[in-house]
């Protein structure tokens, strides 16, 4: 069975008639917008196959910015392929092989051509086996390359890999190993990461296609008519361009602020999936790097040493929490004084830190 890709968001917002902008995930289409360069190059890589080569991509881009849209663009180019889904779970990182198992389910029917070593190891490392001794990790990289080729001997395959950063090590090695050795076969890997989350080794060689923020006039259009253009690239600035957070947030104001008649709100509602990311990415600070964050969060024009100096006045190290928000990525030093990565970080610090602590 051929899986599809991934399940549309159902979750509800006002209806079209009422002049909301699109959801999340209503269509295709509407999401893909601005991406024609890049949808260009995914048909490119699928043309290459298809003459008879072999091809290996990996989209990277901060959460929400249309990394799972290009993987359903790409299966919505390959009628003529297989495609086999590979979709990361946060839950299941820790699971050895819970990854390949997707490959396995898919593929299946195959085993009996693959070589009976490779075959075995494949088996016991999906649990279709019982054995007493752990699988070599080769054998089962080697088996699932010969599984794939042995798809592909009926017509060129697509592994699709959504959000590599979840796949447990043990897949995303094997998957990794197989893409490098599958040069004489019609095998494509398109894969999605999130910016700095794999390892260089892991992919290394293999073209990287970074998407960064739409454009104001690609904001325009995807948020539709009834946003006026001003509040559409007002929020493309406060967004950075991201496709999810113009979606979700354009989606929470009134009609008044859609139309530029009222002002918009100084603290972005991000929504459920890009709150939840960039509050797990603040978790993982310190408690005097977030209040370093929360400081540059409500002051944009502060400098490096006012903040160090507020933060020190208070019984903090300021240096050392500004250097560990900047070791995590969270902000990012300019001849001008700090910057978040991205403009999404700023509004998750204001929103995730209570009335006390924005006050002190």
Request: proline share 7%; aromatic share 4%; charged share 20%.
């Amino acid at each position: 069975m051929t899986p599809s890709g991934p399940p549309q968001n159902s979750a509800s917002t006002q209806s079209r008639a009422e002049g909301a902008p699109v959801a999340w995930g209503e269509s295709l289409e509407s999401v893909l917008v601005g991406r024609e360069p890049e949808t260009a190059r995914l048909a490119a890589m699928l043309d290459v196959v298809r003459s008879g080569g072999s091809g290996s991509l990996v989209v990277t881009g901060a959460p929400g910015i249309g990394k799972s849209a290009l993987l359903r663009a790409a299966e919505q180019q390959a009628p003529d392929f297989r495609c086999v889904w590979v979709r990361g779970v946060e839950s299941e990182q820790l699971m050895a092989y819970a990854g390949l198992h997707q490959v396995g389910a898919s593929l299946r029917g195959r085993i009996s051509q693959v070589p009976p070593a490779q075959a075995e190891a494949v088996e016991v490392a999906l649990g279709w086996r019982v054995s007493a001794a752990a699988p070599a990790r080769f054998l089962v990289a080697a088996g699932a390359m010969s599984l794939l080729a042995a798809e592909a001997a009926h017509g060129p395959v697509l592994v699709l890999v959504d959000d590599l950063h979840w796949i447990d090590q043990e897949s995303a090695s094997a998957l990794a190993f197989a893409a490098r050795r599958l040069e004489e076969d019609q095998v494509a890997f398109l894969w999605s990461a999130r910016d700095g989350s794999v390892p260089a080794d892991l992919l290394r060689g293999v073209p990287e296609l970074p998407l960064t923020g739409l454009s104001h006039a690609a904001a325009r259009t995807l948020v539709g008519p009834r946003v006026a253009p001003s509040v559409a690239d007002r929020l493309a600035d406060d967004t950075g361009g991201n496709p999810l957070g113009l979606l979700e947030i354009s989606s929470r104001l009134s009609d008044s602020q859609r139309r530029g008649a009222a002002p918009l709100p100084d603290r972005l509602a991000l929504g459920e999936r890009l709150e939840g990311h960039y509050r797990q990415v603040l978790a993982g600070l310190s408690p005097p790097a977030r209040r370093a964050v929360l400081l540059c969060a409500l002051d944009p024009t502060a400098s490096i040493a006012s903040v160090a100096a507020a933060l020190s006045a208070t019984g903090d190290d300021g240096e050392a929490a500004l250097d560990e928000a900047v070791d995590l990525r969270v902000l990012v030093p300019l001849d001008t004084g700090l910057a978040f990565r991205h403009p999404l970080l700023r509004s998750a610090a204001v929103n995730a830190a209570s009335s006390a602590e924005r006050r002190r």
